[in-house]
């Protein structure tokens, strides 16, 4: 096996899995406050506001991809501030690729917290708040229990799918062995080099990688957690 | 103790209830707004406006910690039945009743260690009632939250709950559709019909209200009275002084000092251990100066039992009560041993029940041995034969005989 992959498809394989690590703890982190408010929020802007936060689904990923580039410029506004702070320009950087990750999967964090929140019957949160505890009390010791599926759910599907990513990366991240250049963008090149055989090898990993995520998932959430589509790209 | 609610569309009442009524019942058809009117007392609807004078006996009390317990155990299914405990016992007011106490009170002991799923509907409901009872709460909400309960069951934790009440500074709120459990437990009740109020006051008048107001097939009675000490029972004399079955005075503040009297007397006379009111497992219950038998039911391990001067209800359907024109008392004749002296305030001959020809409906008012104290209704369902035979007619006074109850 260790054979069958070449050590620059290794280094790939350990920045993609670096970058998905990264990007799901961090969504995680992001999703779960945000998903939280966003059910319990009711506002006529708020089909705009979930259209927003769902483009990353339906939008080609080189156009996303398009926009974080010029947004990652050191021209712009935030490219500048990072230069300033960091030293070096954002696009083209493993940061930058978090961060790009970090839109690019958003929704995927966000879909199973906000639908399990919102099927979360209330009236537990009614009791909690009967025996004395305040809001945050609630969501943590009640909110977030109930809902580890959901929360396992969300980490699982934003690993995954920041795993898959490739033209948000290609947009953004280009091709820098050990920096920049993950699996999808390893296996491109290997294609466009004619290495059949070791494209072969990485992409039966990445399919099996892929399908026991997916199975562990599914079994894990069994009844129904999984209820929104998943092929959406 | 007044409170007025009003959540469009959903209820609308404004009462004044007497303030030291420790357990309010609530019933009327489903859907009419009882949920809802739990749930804005509890604080849970935004839009309702609600102001509450809850006249809690500790005057110190100056935000009442208001428990909800819905129909539904809404049980944490995170926690086993000991975490669900222990979550509301670490967010306690000091009004709580001891844990030890409440186990045995809502007999969850045997259910402590195991998963919530693992619970029935009614082990779930006394889970959740324990709950909010370790939580201490000031004002506990009811909501139908003892519906799965087989009736001894009910019935024990429904006079664990009353028992607490009278030691803790804790109102009972509670929904039902069982009038007789109602007519028991409650000391005032409230009718809510088409989102409002359409009676409150006391139960007994409630109940009067409702036989007349609606097609119930049970129609029953309940006479109020006190335990009494089985000593007075051999001399037939007046039952002891000072516990007056029914609440003291609105008006009067010294009503929650009496009640307190009443505990306390009830103390000292348990501590030489021949104060209990059973005799040979018999009640005797005094009713407007009228010795009634009873059969005291089991209680809880919890629940203390029925001592000298304890108030007391009895619950009477009218199909179990039987007039005789004889109006000695002390017939001893025959099997039936009670007997109370009455006047015939009304015959419905049309009766309730449908069969309309066959049976009616007579409205007794008990006859105080003592004049001066209100007198009690009693129902009696007698044949449309017996109501010829006997020629009974209002005004008529009569003896309603009845056999032992068990309270």
């Known amino acids: 096996m260790t054979e069958a992959l070449t050590p620059q498809a290794w280094q790939a394989i350990w920045l993609t899995l670096k970058l998905a ?55 712009s506004t935030l490219g500048g501030a990072w230069v300033s702070i960091t030293g070096h320009p954002l696009a083209f950087s493993f940061e930058g690729l978090v961060l790009g990750s970090l839109i690019y999967s958003l929704p995927f964090a966000l879909q199973p917290l906000y639908s399990g929140f919102t099927q979360l019957d209330r009236r537990y949160l009614e009791v909690a708040q009967t025996l004395g505890l305040t809001s945050f009390q609630r969501f943590f010791k009640v909110v977030l229990p109930l809902c580890k599926a959901p929360a396992i759910v969300a980490f699982g599907l934003s690993f995954a799918h920041t795993v898959g990513e490739f033209g948000v990366v290609l947009m953004i991240g280009g091709n820098i062995p050990g920096e920049t250049q993950v699996l999808s963008i390893a296996l491109y090149e290997q294609v466009e080099a004619l290495q059949y055989q070791d494209a072969h090898a990485l992409s039966l990993c990445l399919l099996i990688f892929s399908f026991l995520l997916l199975t562990g998932l599914y079994r894990f959430s069994g009844k129904g957690a999984l209820g929104w589509n998943l092929a959406s790209r | 103790m007044e409170f007025s609610v009003s959540l469009e569309d959903r209820i609308k009442l404004d009462t004044h209830l007497n303030s030291n009524a420790k357990l309010i019942g609530i019933t009327g058809p489903s859907g009419a707004g009882k949920s809802s009117l739990l749930r804005a007392l509890a604080g849970f609807e935004r839009n309702a406006q609600v102001t509450v004078n809850w006249h809690l006996p500790q005057a110190n009390i100056s935000e009442p910690k208001i428990g909800l317990v819905f129909q539904q155990p809404m049980l944490f299914p995170h926690l086993t039945v000991k975490g669900n405990l222990a979550l509301a016992q670490q967010y306690a007011s000091a009004n709580a009743a001891s844990y030890a106490q409440v186990i045995k009170g809502c007999e969850i002991t045997h259910l402590l260690d195991k998963p919530i799923q693992a619970l029935s509907g009614g082990e779930g409901q006394r889970v959740a009632i324990a709950r909010a009872l370790l939580n201490g709460p000031n004002v506990l909400l ?21 028992q607490l009440t009278m030691q803790l500074p804790m109102k009972c709120i509670w929904v039902s559709h069982d009038l007789q459990d109602l007519a028991r437990y409650s000391d005032v009740m409230l009718i809510i019909e088409d989102q409002g109020l359409s009676y409150a006051g006391a139960a007994q008048d409630a109940l009067y209200y409702l036989n007349n107001n609606s097609s119930q097939e049970h129609v029953f009675g309940v006479l109020q009275g006190c335990v009494i000490f089985p000593k007075e029972l051999d001399r037939h004399s007046a039952p002891i002084s000072g ?81 005789d024109t004889a109006t000695n008392t002390a017939a001893t004749t025959m099997s039936i041993v009670n007997a109370l002296p009455c006047t015939i305030s009304e015959i419905k001959r049309d009766g309730l029940m449908g069969n309309a020809s066959t049976s009616a409906l007579v409205l007794l008012d008990v006859t105080p041995k003592e004049s001066g104290k209100q007198s009690q209704i009693l129902y009696a369902r007698v044949s449309q034969l017996s109501l010829t035979r006997l020629n009974l007619r209002k005004g008529m006074r009569v003896v309603a005989r009845f056999k032992m109850l068990r309270v």
Request: glycine share 8%.
């Open chain 2, 142 to 162: 009811l909501d139908e939250s003892l519906s799965a309960l087989d009736i001894g069951l009910r019935h024990r934790v429904l006079a664990f709950i009353t």
């Open chain 2, 243 to 323: 516990v007056p079955p029914h609440l003291p005075d609105d008006n009067n503040d010294v009503g929650v000092q009496e009640g307190v009297g009443v505990q306390e007397s009830v103390g000292v006379q348990t501590g030489d251990g021949t104060a209990s009111g059973l005799l040979d497992g018999y009640l005797c219950v005094d009713v407007l100066g009228h010795t009634l038998y009873a059969e005291a039911a089991r209680g809880g391990d919890a629940v203390v039992p029925p001592a000298n001067g304890d108030a007391i209800k009895l619950v009477i359907t009218a199909n179990e009560v039987s007039i």
């Open chain 1, 21 to 75: 690590l990264i990007t799901s703890l961090l969504l995680m982190v992001v999703a779960t406050p945000l998903a939280w408010v966003l059910s319990n929020w009711q506002h006529k802007t708020k089909p705009f506001v979930l259209s927003i936060l769902a483009l990353p689904l339906v939008l080609p990923p080189t156009v996303l991809g398009f926009y974080l580039l010029v947004a990652f410029s050191p021209q």
